[in-house]
Every structure is written in C-alpha cells, then in structure tokens.
C-alpha cells in the first residue's frame, strides 16, 4: 500500500475493530463506516465458534458485547446468529449498513466487505489467546483464508493485504511456519503482576500464576522483536510513552510499527513525530483528518 509521492508520507490509519467509537466494534456497520471514513485498513479479532467458523469478536465471552453470555467456544454460528451484538452501543444503525441481525461478522463476510470497498484495504487479524482450541485457531484461520484466495507468499488476496498478530509468542511462532515475517506483527504492552493478579480476583496464587505466564509472554514478544524474527512491532500507545528507548532501538532496526489504540490529539502527534508507520484507531474519520491537517501545514512555506 502506497501514496502518491508528491503528498508527504502519512502513516497508514487502521479502523480498530472498524469504525468502533461510531457503531458496535467488530460489527458489519463498524466496518462499512470505516471504509466509508477513508481507513487504509481495518483491524479485527477473531475466535473459534464450537463448530469452528472464525468470527470477529474480541471477548473469549459473550457477556459485554452481546445479549447472551457465557463463552464464544461454546457456541455453534447459528447460535451465535440468534443474538444481538448491537444494541449495547447505543447507537442507531443506518438502513445501508443492515439490520441488527446481521451485524455478527465471520471472517469470510469481512473479507466480502473489504472486497466491496473498491480501493487496496489492509487487514490486520488478531489471533486471541488463550483460546480452548489453542493453535488450531491459528490452522484454522489460515485454511479460510487460502480457501478464499489468500496467496500465502505476498499475504494478499484480491484487494487485500493480509497482516497477522498476536500477543502470543506460540501464536506468533506457528504463523511463521507459513507466512513471511513481514507479515506478521508482535503485539507487546506492559504486564504488571502485582494489578493483574488484582483484577481477575483469583486470589494470590492463582491470579499470581496467571499474571506471572502473561509477563512471561511479554518478555518473550519483546525478545522476538529484539531479534528481529518479525517484520511488524506492535506496542500499544501506553508501551510507547513509557519505553521510549526500546521504541527507538525497534524503529532503528527497520521494524514497522503498528501502534494501538490512538484515539487523542496528543498521542497522533506523538506516533507522527517518532515516524510511526500505522496508526489503529477507534476513530478512523479524526486521525485522517488531523493527519491531512498536519501534511497541509507541512507544506506550507515557511
């Protein structure tokens, strides 16, 4: 995905979980209002029905996204069709974006609406974990896509450049088996033991050892990204702040950076400044706008 080289480089705007400060995130609206906004891509979470569809959801639970609860595992697509994964945002839903019952997305449904958008798009796939089906959501996630035209060697498919991630290193690691580093990103964020083990209230042992395998986890993304065994680094905008050296050792060593979630003013200039590459956002339509703004005043003779 390129510009015209006679407008200043921005970074590229990725729609977090489509246009989500707007509509329901991971909804058909979400993502037909990000298009509709200008993003350069949309980024999505997937898990694994009971009957082994992916589908965009960022929860391993039902319980804040949707009318039912209990876990995504457990339920089979049709199940899954009957709730309303909507109306908790509060916000009304335009005829052209569909009805309430089809705002639940499978994998294969995204990419038609990618496909439709009539301009290059990029998707970055999450790969959320721990899941019960461990890295068969990973198998699996690859096999819809190959079956939908996915070109493992350039990561592309009709108009669409495919990108992968995931704050596991296992995760991280099997993609590798098949798809070119440079297609995959490390996500990494800061991992305190002491306010994880608080807020899953497991009590000191179990939360303890819960929160000790996610530092673990972290520790080990930040090797593979020390390493340079992926092309793409994705540290969240708190990692960011807080990390400036790392941050700058990672952009030196020719990682792209994908950096989440930047909502504010303030933390566009910051990854626009550092040379960030691609910005995810909840509010896709604001951060084009301030980085045109930017680009326009740039030009500007002095």
């Known amino acids: 995905m390129t510009f015209d080289e006679s407008v200043p480089e921005r970074p590229l705007v990725f729609?977090?979980?489509?246009a989500s400060a707007a509509f329901a995130e991971h909804t058909r609206a979400a993502y037909l209002q990000a298009i509709a906004d200008g993003a350069d891509g949309v980024e999505c979470?997937?898990?694994?029905?009971?009957?082994?569809?992916?589908v965009l959801i960022h929860d391993a639970n039902l319980d804040r996204t949707s009318d039912g609860t209990g876990p995504v595992a457990d339920r089979t697509l049709a199940e899954l069709r009957l709730l309303d994964f909507s109306s908790w945002k509060g916000a009304?839903?335009?005829?052209?974006?569909?009805?309430?019952?089809?705002?639940?997305?499978?994998?294969?449904?995204?990419?038609?609406?990618?496909?439709?958008?009539?301009?290059?798009?990029g998707l970055a796939i999450e790969l959320?974990?721990?899941?019960?089906?461990?890295?068969?959501?990973?198998?699996?996630?690859?096999?819809?896509?190959?079956?939908?035209?996915?070109?493992?060697?350039?990561?592309?498919?009709?108009?669409?450049?495919?990108?992968?991630?995931?704050?596991?290193?296992?995760?991280?690691?099997?993609?590798?088996k098949t798809v070119p580093a440079?297609?995959?990103?490390?996500?990494?964020?800061?991992?305190?033991?002491?306010?994880i083990r608080d807020e899953l209230s497991l009590g000191h042992l179990a939360?303890?050892?819960?929160?000790?395998?996610m530092k673990a986890a972290q520790?080990?993304?930040?090797?593979?990204?020390?390493?340079?065994?992926?092309?793409?680094?994705?540290?969240?905008?708190?990692?960011?702040?807080?990390?400036?050296?790392?941050?700058?050792?990672?952009?030196?060593?020719?990682?792209?950076?994908?950096?989440?979630?930047?909502?504010?003013?303030?933390?566009?200039?910051?990854?626009?400044?550092?040379?960030?590459?691609e910005i995810t956002t909840n509010k896709p339509a604001r951060v084009l706008a301030q980085l045109q703004s930017s680009s326009q005043q740039a030009q500007l003779p002095s």
């Open 92 to 121: 009304r839903i335009p005829e052209k974006y569909g009805a309430r019952s089809e705002q639940l997305l499978t994998l294969p449904e995204l990419l038609n609406i990618l496909r439709g958008a009539g301009r290059p798009m």
């Open 128 to 176: 959320k974990h721990p899941s019960p089906f461990q890295l068969r959501l990973e198998d699996r996630v690859l096999d819809v896509l190959r079956r939908q035209g996915w070109d493992p060697a350039t990561s592309t498919l009709d108009n669409i450049s495919v990108s992968f991630m995931s704050f596991s290193p296992d995760s991280v690691k099997h993609l590798l």
């Open 45 to 54: 979470d997937i898990h694994l029905t009971r009957d082994q569809h992916a």
């Open 15 to 18: 729609a977090h979980r489509g």
């Open 219 to 277: 520790l080990e993304g930040e090797r593979i990204l020390d390493e340079c065994e992926v092309g793409i680094a994705g540290p969240g905008i708190i990692y960011v702040r807080e990390h400036a050296r790392t941050v700058q050792r990672w952009l030196e060593s020719g990682r792209r950076f994908r950096v989440w979630t930047v909502d504010t003013e303030r933390d566009v200039a910051l990854c626009q400044g550092l040379g960030v590459h």
């Open 207 to 213: 939360g303890g050892a819960i929160a000790n395998v």
């Open 182 to 195: 440079e297609h995959i990103c490390q996500l990494v964020d800061d991992i305190d033991v002491d306010e």
